[in-house]
């Protein structure tokens, strides 16, 4: 899972915990919530590029509604006529991201979507997908050049990376699995991206998520790890008394709460 909502040292610091010895298990429980939160909402909340495919619509040829996505920014839109320019269509809605609709100016293009013998997969959308795609300036710049498509170290300028970052640099998305001081461990060209070379000095960027995704991230990763020695809901007898203890919730109240209003509705 290369797309975590909260890092090891955020999780680390809630948790009170100063060493390492527990890093391998608080990395599987952040991966498996962000995973959950996907799950939930239905939502990725880092963007990912990607192609995908749609039926050409068949009540309303001219609006494509994405109902299953979430849809940042458009690099290519073309169905079986061809190349559909950005001058020929709208994003809906207007004035905000995610964006949910594509609407062709018809008067303008001459057509509606099109296909040649099935409506079935006729439209193809390359661009960028997600829930939000906002980044924050790092502070940090490469320490040295990225010289090639493959390494998976890379030097910065100071100490301050996190693990669970995704960084960005120029256009490539880096997922940053560990950090020993200024050199970090990244996997490269993640969600989408395609790895390149990097100047030396190159700005450092991060991509963040909602606050209260954030927070729920780490409410769950924080509950896997203090009910992991609970086992689910178990019953214990001793004569006519009995206790029962543990849980059978896979995330905490307040998480689910938070992740809400994120809800995919279709």
């Known amino acids: 899972m290369t797309r975590w909502y909260c890092t090891l040292d955020a999780l680390k610091s809630e948790l009170g915990d100063t060493g390492t010895a527990n890093d391998a298990r608080y990395r599987r429980y952040i991966a498996n919530a962000s995973r959950a939160i996907e799950d939930v909402t239905g939502r990725t909340f880092v963007p990912v590029t990607a192609t995908k495919y749609f039926d050409v619509p068949t009540r309303c040829p001219d609006r494509l509604f994405l109902e299953y996505d979430d849809l940042l920014s458009i690099t ?26 594509i609407v062709l100016n018809t008067t303008d293009l001459g057509r509606a979507f099109e296909y040649d013998d099935d409506p079935e997969k ?27 498509t493959t390494g998976t170290s890379i ?13 960005l640099i120029d256009s490539e998305a880096l997922f940053v699995s560990a950090v020993s001081g200024n050199v970090a461990t990244v996997e490269r060209g993640v969600n989408g991206t395609t790895a390149a070379t990097h100047l030396n000095g190159a700005a450092v960027s991060r991509y963040v998520v909602p606050a209260d995704v954030e927070q729920a991230c780490l409410e769950i990763a924080m509950y896997s790890n203090n009910t992991r020695t609970a086992g689910g809901i178990r019953q214990e007898s001793i004569g006519e008394y009995s206790v029962t203890y543990g849980t059978s919730a896979a995330m905490p109240a307040s998480a689910q709460g938070a992740l809400r209003r994120y809800r995919r509705l279709v």
């Open 76 to 101: 290519t839109l073309e169905d079986q006529t061809g190349t559909i320019t950005s001058a020929d269509y709208w994003l809906y809605p207007l004035n905000m991201t995610p964006r949910h609709s």
């Open 122 to 148: 006729a439209i193809t959308i390359a661009g960028q997908w997600g829930y939000c795609n906002d980044t924050v300036a790092t502070g940090l710049t490469l320490g040295a050049a990225i010289i090639n």
């Open 155 to 167: 030097t910065l300028s100071s100490t301050t990376c996190e693990t669970g970052w995704t960084l």
